[in-house]
């Protein structure tokens, strides 16, 4: 049998991440059942070839459930439901950023219906996911990990295990928290360049083609420049990864003093209410802090994802 329908696979969570992730899995071939609470936003995936189901436990019968929703709160509560009948799935992947704590939580309540569980958080947004450059970091059994890797392949560039338990916690934890303090000093030095007298667009070419830039500078260089702040990630979901962040540090007693004075900057802007654009509206925030207004500079720059 193809690798593509040796599993049955089950779907919680059809938002941003979850709705773009499971597109791939359908749009491969993927024999895959999705549920969102909003069925609206599951839909679209029927004409890829997506079975969506109106009750959550109805995916208890597929043989790999992915969850992608918000937070610790939400996967409980959704995972509850998944096993409320007799029914179970022999895996579960929780590819959501949660806590360490939430995740062994979890671990001991599937293992003890005996469901294998793979922490698998991911690296990327929507449209990095569109552009087929979605990674995960992946820990739990190994024999579970071999067992999914194929799926998480069709997501994007492939995964890295990194070990038993909720280790990919940390690893997820870690960069988001590079994360934050990465937007938080591009805005600070794009916004000193523009102040110095040059255009936005004119910096940013110049560090995406340095030894500094990144994927991600470049792919958030068209909100910079021209303003477009269109939700890729929200700011109070950074902030739950900074806190999550700073709460690891306290555990393992690692001083951060970067990532706690970026989560409080995040904590000002959302504190003056911008909370429902991109997170890189920190450009925003610092411009005002600077005495500057900014305008949007039209000007046609790359993402670096779009062929
Ligand atoms: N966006 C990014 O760039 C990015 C990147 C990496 C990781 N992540 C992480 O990925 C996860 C999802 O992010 P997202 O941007 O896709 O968020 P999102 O667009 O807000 O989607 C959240 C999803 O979770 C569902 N949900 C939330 N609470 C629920 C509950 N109590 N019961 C049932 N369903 C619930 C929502 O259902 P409804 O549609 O009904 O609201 C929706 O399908 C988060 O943990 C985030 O930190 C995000």
């Given at each position: 049998?193809?690798?593509?329908k ?9 938002g941003r991440?979850g ?10 071939g993927c024999?895959?059942a999705?549920w ?10 029927v ?9 959550l ?13 918000s ?10 439901k ?8 022999r895996?579960?992947?929780?590819c959501?950023?949660?806590?360490l704590?939430?995740?062994?939580e979890?671990r ?6 005996k469901?294998?569980y793979?922490a698998a958080?991911?690296?990327g ?5 569109k ?10 059994p190994?024999a ?6 194929p799926?998480l392949d ?6 890295s ?6 280790l ?9 928290v ?9 805005c600070?030095?794009?916004?000193l ?16 083609k340095?030894?500094?830039g990144?994927?991600?500078?470049r792919?958030?260089?068209p ?6 702040f269109?939700?890729?990630?929200t ?7 900074l806190d999550l962040?700073?709460d690891?540090?306290?555990e393992?007693?690692?001083p951060?003093p ?5 989560r409080?900057?995040l ?6 209410g ?14 005002k ?19």
């Amino acid at each position: 049998m193809s690798e593509l329908k040796k599993h049955k696979l089950g779907w919680i969570g059809i938002g941003r991440m979850g709705y773009a992730m499971a597109e791939r899995l359908a749009k491969a071939g993927c024999d895959i059942a999705v549920w969102n609470r909003t069925r609206a936003k599951a839909e679209p995936l029927v004409k890829y070839g997506a079975k969506v189901v109106d009750k959550l436990p109805a995916l208890a019968s597929r043989d790999i459930v992915f969850v992608m929703v918000s937070t610790w709160e939400d996967v409980k509560e959704v995972v509850d439901k998944l096993l409320s009948g007799s029914a179970k799935p022999r895996m579960v992947v929780e590819c959501s950023s949660i806590s360490l704590e939430g995740s062994a939580e979890l671990r001991k309540i599937l293992s003890e219906k005996k469901v294998q569980y793979l922490a698998a958080p991911v690296s990327g947004n929507a449209k990095v996911i569109k552009a087929g450059k979605l990674t995960f970091v992946v820990s739990g059994p190994k024999a579970a990990y071999e067992a999914a890797k194929p799926y998480l392949d069709m997501m994007g560039t492939g995964s890295s295990y990194v070990g038993e338990g909720e280790l990919a916690r940390i690893a997820k934890i870690c960069h988001n928290v590079m994360l934050g303090v990465v937007i938080q000093n591009l805005c600070e030095i794009t916004i000193l360049a523009q102040k110095a007298g040059m255009p936005r667009h004119a910096f940013l070419d110049f560090l995406n083609k340095s030894v500094m830039g990144s994927m991600f500078t470049r792919y958030k260089t068209p909100a910079l420049v021209n303003l477009d702040f269109h939700v890729t990630f929200t700011p109070r979901l950074l902030r739950k990864d900074l806190d999550l962040g700073l709460d690891a540090g306290r555990e393992f007693e690692v001083p951060m003093p970067l990532s706690s004075l970026t989560r409080d900057l995040l904590q000002q802007m959302i504190g003056q209410g911008m909370t429902e654009q991109d997170f890189s509206t920190l450009l925003l925030m610092q411009a005002k802090a600077s005495g500057i207004e900014l305008k949007p500079e039209n000007v046609q720059v790359s993402d670096g994802l779009s062929s």
